[in-house]
């Protein structure tokens, strides 16, 4: 059974998830350095409007990701991520609504994302869960996705 709870950025599980989502984007892209621009930090995710997520199953931290505020009533989803071994069964697409519910529960009526061009699974996933292309941005060799969702109520 799949635990979703809501805990710290900061937290052992969180860490190491991150960890491991930065991890796959340097093997994906050699010589990538993460950026607080890019990803955010642990403060991005608390506060009003603002949630971190892990899922657990029996007890093993599978996925994580975060949602904060960037305007009124506009957040952001940012470091979603699911193991590798645990890809496939629906985890990031419940990961994602959760993140969604939170959101529209804390008022905002839009969410948007950035994801890069390598990363072929979180887009399809976000594709399919109705997020519009709202800009790219090429940069240091690689091609990234604004993306973003209007909220229904």
């Given at each position: 059974m799949i635990e979703v709870r809501r805990e710290a950025p900061d937290a052992p599980a969180g860490c190491e998830l991150f960890a491991a989502y930065l991890e796959l984007v340097r093997e994906r892209l050699p010589g990538y350095t993460p950026t607080e621009a890019i990803h955010g930090d642990e403060a991005a995710f608390r506060g009003?409007?603002?949630?971190?997520?892990?899922?657990?199953?029996?007890?093993?931290?599978?996925?994580?990701?975060?949602?904060?505020?960037?305007?009124?009533?506009?957040g952001e989803i940012k470091r979603m991520f699911v193991r590798p071994r645990a890809r496939g069964r629906g985890l990031g697409r419940r990961l994602l609504a959760e993140l969604e519910a939170i959101a529209?529960?804390?008022?905002?009526?839009?969410?948007?994302?950035?994801?890069?061009?390598?990363?072929?699974?979180?887009?399809?996933?976000?594709?399919?869960?109705?997020?519009e292309l709202a800009s790219t941005h090429e940069e240091d060799g690689r091609r990234d996705f604004w993306l973003q969702k209007r909220l229904g109520g």
């Open positions: 009003p409007g603002a949630a971190w997520l892990v899922l657990y199953e029996d007890g093993a931290p599978l996925a994580c990701g975060g949602l904060r505020t960037l305007a009124p009533g506009v529209r529960a804390a008022g905002l009526a839009e969410v948007r994302l950035y994801t890069t061009e390598v990363l072929a699974e979180a887009r399809a996933l976000y594709d399919s869960a109705g997020y």
